[in-house]
């Protein structure tokens, strides 16, 4: 029985890895960027168990995630280039309501939402300011 367990468990971790973030369900309308070249998407992660037996990660990498955490509002984001529908980056799942803020378009030459990194700039649209092809 145990060593079933020991694959068992570690397979179930892994495919929910997959499954939180490919079976996630859309949060409100996309945010299109001022001058066009962005799409940004907010997604609630599809888990099975109980928000507290899902270790909660801090946008500053260099603290580690919390276990038994409380979260208020999970979810994650998605950075699309809006002219041709590619997808340029995705968030790691945090609490939305402690982590995210405002949209910054690329100043940082990174899309950022409050403290969240969601993608870089898009190469024909820094700052999100489209370049013109000559």
């Known amino acids: 029985m145990a060593p079933i367990l020991a694959i068992v468990v570690p397979g179930l971790w892994f495919a929910s890895e997959w499954w939180e973030k490919s079976l996630a369900s859309p949060l409100g309308s996309p945010v299109v960027s001022p001058n066009g070249c962005y799409r940004l998407e907010t997604f609630k992660p ?3 168990l109980p928000k507290i037996l899902h270790r909660k990660a801090d946008p500053n990498e260099d603290i580690e995630p919390q276990w038994l955490p ?3 509002y999970p979810g994650f984001y998605r950075l699309f280039d809006n002219r041709s529908g590619q997808l340029l980056g995705e968030s ?3 609490d939305l309501e402690q982590a ?3 949209i ?3 100043v940082t030459g990174s899309v950022y939402v409050g403290m969240i990194f969601v993608g870089p700039n898009a190469k024909d649209c820094i700052f999100d300011r489209p370049t013109q092809d000559d």
């Open 104 to 106: 910054d378009w690329g």
């Open 46 to 48: 599809l888990w099975l």
């Open 92 to 94: 790691n799942i945090y």
């Open 100 to 102: 995210s803020g405002d």
């Open 70 to 72: 409380w979260w208020e």
